[in-house]
């Protein structure tokens, strides 16, 4: 994302650091590796922040930055480079290969691999890009970190939802978000809205919310076939791995606490029409419309125009607060590796009624208890409250206070501007029939409009590992996913949907199990150059979801909200309940020869109780490399 469009959404002031923003620079280049040939797909990184680009086929990049500001260049198997700009506007790089990022291990499906033996595309995401920034997920830290990976907000909401792509959308009408996998833990999507044709104005929130960055050692995105599948059907859209801390090195132990606190302020506005341009405009357009010009065509003259008019971008937008805090403590013995870790963040953002708090609590425990067996689990809880407004709009009668607030005709009908009103000679019938259906103005919409959201996860992740030699280990892991939504939302009669049947209100639940156990055995043996990794296994996994939601309509009285749906004349309820068995078995071989010659092949096949015939479907995939060195 460019420095510039950052400008026109946010900009963070934080207790810990703060930046300031200069006059803008084109800066361009080539980058080559260290034998002069062009690298494409390089990392360019403006350093501690989320702006970035990446070189073309050519090696080329183009990034406008600030004039004081840092780059940093990385690619997989070369050293990471830092430049400080200094007034350049021309910066060549030639890349120096790193031997030590190619013996780095990579997290992949039911397994690792060092980075050199790896022959699928698969980036690595370290820690080191969520650390000092104020985050509420982890999605707005992974933008710009990973060439194919898109990663766009739904909402401009603390919390909301994303939409992330790995190399495209491959489904027009399906989901392309990719798999989500934690220490091993396949994550099901959940819903978290209750529905009912109201998604417009309850925008979901996002999957990641309920995770601690702090709590994060590394993510990897596994985005073609040979690196996705393993994992069947559910990694056609990618999948991004993410592994959680452990204890310190043998013997050591430690506290770790961080906390920012930051406020954030819209640096710049839209230009829209102010009340003189806007009275031209309907006069010119739209003679017919009688508050601006009389029965006779005669437009009427505002002489205190500026007076009446109104920004509703000032109305809607405020100096929001963000504050977080984490604290983690971590240790390692001979036989005990644990972590325990707490956090809380809030944000209210800079969009009015809205407010953001997460609570997480997590617990990682690993033990040896022989040379033979290995056991250990996580359990991790997570608390979300979120109170929003309505950004978006459904058919006309709900328009969002975003949207209205660019679209909304700049004035609001106080008793100082009817009077202005009066003053040109607009009769006050005219008056009275705007004021009549004047519900869609941003303020009142965000006021007179309830969305509520309570969400709780728990996570349990147990694992056994037996190792019988050297070469050969059998692993078993047990997972549960609770999950709980409680949606709440009411929209009063002095709003456009709500004016239309009295006051909605709406009360839904959604109840989610998700139970997964995988069995698998890892064999691994090298002979002179000849190096073979195998891994087998079988997969179940239980999906129980249940939904129930009620709404009303025709309030006689409005104080409670949907906290009094009894007192509706009108109710529509709906429920519903489904389960859903997936049974897989794969397989997958990786064989090396003298650490140059390189071949994948991968296959898994799926069985689902979703499908009445036809239950079962194979996935194979074969990948071949040759490391030049």
């Known amino acids: 994302m460019k420095i510039n469009t950052i400008k026109n959404i946010l900009f963070v002031l934080s207790v810990l650091f703060t930046s300031i923003i200069y006059s803008q620079t084109t800066i361009s ?37 600030s004039s004081k500001v840092t780059l940093e260049f990385s690619y997989i198997g070369f050293e990471t480079q830092t430049v400080n700009i200094d007034g350049q506007t021309t910066i060549n790089i030639t890349m120096e290969s790193s031997y030590e990022s190619m013996d780095e291990v990579v997290v992949i499906g039911y397994g690792s691999q060092k980075r050199k033996d790896v022959t699928g595309a698969v980036t690595s995401i370290n820690n080191d890009v969520l650390k000092d920034r104020p985050i509420t997920n982890i999605e707005m830290a992974l933008q710009g970190q990973a060439t194919g990976l898109s990663v766009s907000s739904t909402g401009g909401q603390p919390g909301a939802a994303t939409k992330m792509n790995i190399r495209g ?9 990719p798999l989500i996998v934690i220490d091993g833990f396949p994550l099901s999507e959940v819903s978290t809205s209750g529905g009912g044709n109201l998604e417009g104005f309850s925008s979901q929130m996002s999957g990641f919310s309920y995770i601690n960055p702090d709590d994060i050692a590394s993510i990897e995105v596994l985005k073609d076939a040979s690196a996705t599948a393993i994992y069947g059907n559910r990694g056609a859209n990618g999948v991004i791995m993410i592994t959680t801390k452990k204890g310190k090195n043998k013997g050591e132990s430690g506290i770790t606490f961080n906390s920012y606190l930051g406020i954030s302020e819209m640096n710049k506005r839209i230009d829209v029409m102010n009340f003189n341009d806007y009275a031209k405009y309907e006069q ?37 607060f963000t504050q977080n805090y984490s604290l983690s403590l971590q240790g390692r013995s001979d036989k005990t590796n644990y972590a325990i870790s707490t956090s809380y963040n809030q944000n209210e953002s800079v969009l009015i009624e809205t407010n953001f708090q997460k609570f997480t609590s997590r617990i990682s425990l690993d033990h040896e208890f022989s040379k033979l067996l ?23 009668t709900a328009a969002g206070i975003v949207i209205g607030a660019l679209s909304r005709n700049p004035f609001k009908m106080t008793n100082d501007t009817q009077a202005r009103f009066r003053r040109a000679g607009v009769p006050q019938q005219q008056i009275d029939n705007f004021l009549a259906g004047d519900f869609s103005n941003p303020d009142n919409v965000a006021e007179n409009t309830a969305l509520d959201k309570n969400i709780n996860r728990t996570i349990t992740n147990l694992y056994v590992n037996f190792k019988f030699l050297d070469w050969l280990s059998f692993k078993s892991t047990f997972g549960l996913d609770i999950y709980n939504l409680k949606d709440q939302q009411y929209y009063s009669s002095q709003t456009p949907w709500g004016s239309l049947n009295n006051g909605v209100g709406v009360a839904a639940n959604i109840n989610a199990r998700n139970l997964i156990s995988e069995n698998y055995f890892t064999f691994s043996k090298a002979i002179d150059k000849h190096s073979l990794n195998l891994v087998t296994g079988f997969s179940y996994q239980k999906n129980i979801n249940e939904y129930n939601r009620t709404e009303g309509r025709n309030f006689q009285n409005e104080i409670l909200g949907y906290n009094s749906l009894q007192g509706a004349a009108e109710f529509l309820a709906e429920s519903s309940a489904d389960e859903l068995v997936m049974q897989s078995y794969l397989a997958r071989a990786n064989y090396s020869y003298d650490d140059r010659f390189l071949a994948t092949v991968s296959f898994r096949r799926d069985g689902t109780s979703r499908f009445i015939n036809d239950k079962w479907g194979n996935f194979y995939s074969g990948a071949f490399a040759w490391n030049v060195h």
């Open 29 to 65: 280049g080539k980058v080559s590796d260290d034998s002069g040939e062009p690298l494409p797909g390089v990392n360019i990184l403006v350093q501690g922040s989320q702006t970035g680009t990446v070189s073309d086929f050519d090696g080329n990049y183009s990034i406008e930055v």
């Open 284 to 320: 010119t357009t739209t003679p017919n419309n009688r508050l601006f010009t009389a029965p006779d065509g005669t437009p009427y003259t505002f002489d205190d125009g500026e007076a009446m008019n109104l920004d509703w971008q000032d109305k809607i937008y405020r100096t929001g």
């Open 169 to 177: 959308i491959s489904s027009v009408s399906g989901s392309s978000q």
């Open 374 to 396: 290995t056991a250990g689990g996580s359990l991790t809880y997570s608390n979300m409250v979120n109170k929003g407004v309505p950004t978006d709009g459904r058919e006309g």
